[in-house]
């Protein structure tokens, strides 16, 4: 398998603009994370899905920020509009419940986002 | 609520052993983790423990876990240029699927 799949892995953006982070879980796990890494705050949840369905958003920041997953292989977060503290390594994880280690996570390789 | 906590630094001399220290709050959490992450990458599992285990080897890996103290350490035995990484330590929360995250120890190699 792949692995998990992030895309951009750099992004530079302006301040206003629109960005959409995209992630692609390996295949056949049911859970998918959002999380957003910052020296300043460290690792923070986001958001998370459960067989593409929000379960948790309560990390999401603020109404600027939103997330969809629209199948089981693919999902979005969207920042519009994007500012400077928005910048931060954004990581997208999934699981499988049930098989392997429990709990265990897959990450990906994080998307590196600059807002100027 | 649960809260993991552990040091954000460790420095270490090559050939050294290491070793990274946590205290996590839900004493039922079932298992405990370590994640490694290295520059540049998403995180790792490293290993874990089991909660009805004190110890754990695994090559030049230790886990202990004091169940009593809800503390738990990392021994990287002979630490090499190749363990300089940021390492989490984890706890599930049992009531969804989550897990709770140390703010990461990032583990410094002196040559």
């Known amino acids: 398998d792949a692995g998990v799949i992030q895309s951009p892995r750099h992004e530079v953006t302006e301040m206003g603009q629109e960005v959409t982070l995209r992630c692609k879980p390996i295949?056949?796990?049911?859970?998918l994370f959002w999380y957003r890494q910052t020296m300043m705050r460290g690792l923070e949840l986001l958001i998370y899905f459960n067989n593409n369905v929000p379960i948790d958003d309560s990390g999401m920041p603020e109404d600027r920020f939103s997330a969809k997953m629209p199948n089981a292989s693919f999902s979005t977060l969207k920042i519009q509009p994007s500012e400077p503290r928005d910048s931060a390594v954004y990581f997208c994880?999934?699981?499988?419940?049930?098989?392997?280690?429990?709990?265990?996570?897959?990450f990906g390789p994080g998307t590196r986002l600059t807002v100027t | 609520g649960e809260d993991v906590e552990q040091s954000l630094f460790l420095s270490v001399r090559e050939g050294d052993s290491s070793v990274i220290n946590c205290t996590y709050t839900?004493?039922?959490?079932?298992?405990l983790y370590w994640y490694k992450q290295e520059p540049g990458a998403g995180l790792q599992l490293l290993t874990y423990i089991f909660s009805n285990m004190d110890m754990k080897q695994d090559q030049r890996l230790t886990v202990l876990l004091n169940k009593k103290d809800k503390h738990l350490s990392l021994r990287i035995a002979d630490t090499q240029t190749g363990d300089s990484a940021i390492y989490f330590c984890?706890?599930?929360?049992?009531?969804?699927?989550?897990?709770?995250w140390g703010a990461g120890t990032k583990l410094i190699i002196k040559p």
């Open positions: 994880a999934s699981s499988l419940a049930g098989q392997g280690i429990a709990y265990e996570q897959y």
């Open positions: 839900d004493s039922s959490s079932t298992y």
């Open positions: 984890a706890e599930p929360m049992d009531s969804n699927y989550q897990l709770i």
């Open positions: 295949s056949g796990h049911d859970y």
